[in-house]
């Protein structure tokens, strides 16, 4: 069941600082203690700027999706919705064989404390459905190979294990599995 003040939206234009604010801040969760502190922010500021994501927003091959949560503040006003998460899908960068029949889940990421809500269970069920309705075969992803939480969800939606990659963050390398999905 998802949480009941969520809502998922197209990103549009003007979304990229709210994904940018996102991505950095999942990073951070899932990666401190596990990446040094000083490699880890220079990462959220070249790999989650907002220029990044205002082209990835402007890319034709690019999708998005942002999860918000509005809510009621103590006055009884309601809220709009605060970014949450994201899911973006693009053509693959993954170094395995792929073809044009796939795409590659570039991103999903939800702020831990909205975790086991359904929350995520949504933005994947989302990549899945437009991936399909982009007519593709097989969803791509990959995910760091000790992220054993993310592995399991990715396990749950039926993924399976096809490769690895290295990624470099910092002057440190880590491993991804790459994981796929038959559609």
Not at 5 to 31: H, W, Y
Not at 66 to 80: F, R, Y
Request: proline share 4%; net charge negative; charged share 20%.
């Amino acid at each position: 069941m998802m949480h009941a003040n969520c809502t998922l939206r197209t990103c549009t234009p003007g979304d990229e600082e709210a994904l940018a604010l996102v991505g950095a801040a999942s990073f951070l969760e899932a990666f401190a203690g596990v990446i040094h502190g000083s490699a880890i922010l220079g990462h959220c500021r070249k790999q989650h700027a907002i220029e990044k994501y205002r082209d990835l927003l402007a890319s034709p091959d690019a999708h998005s999706v942002i999860a918000e949560v509005g809510g009621v503040d103590s006055n009884g006003d309601q809220l709009t919705g605060a970014p949450v998460g994201y899911a973006v899908l693009c053509p693959p960068d993954l170094p395995i064989p792929f073809t044009a029949d796939d795409i590659e889940l570039k991103r999903i990421y939800l702020l831990h404390r909205f975790q086991k809500m359904g929350i995520g269970g949504e933005l994947m069920n989302w990549a899945i459905d437009k991936a399909r309705a982009l007519n593709k075969q097989r969803l791509l992803l990959g995910v760091y190979g000790k992220n054993d939480q993310a592995l399991e969800f990715y396990a749950h939606h039926g993924f399976q294990r096809v490769g690895r990659r290295t990624f470099q963050v910092g002057d440190r390398e880590y491993e991804d599995a790459v994981l796929a999905l038959k559609l």
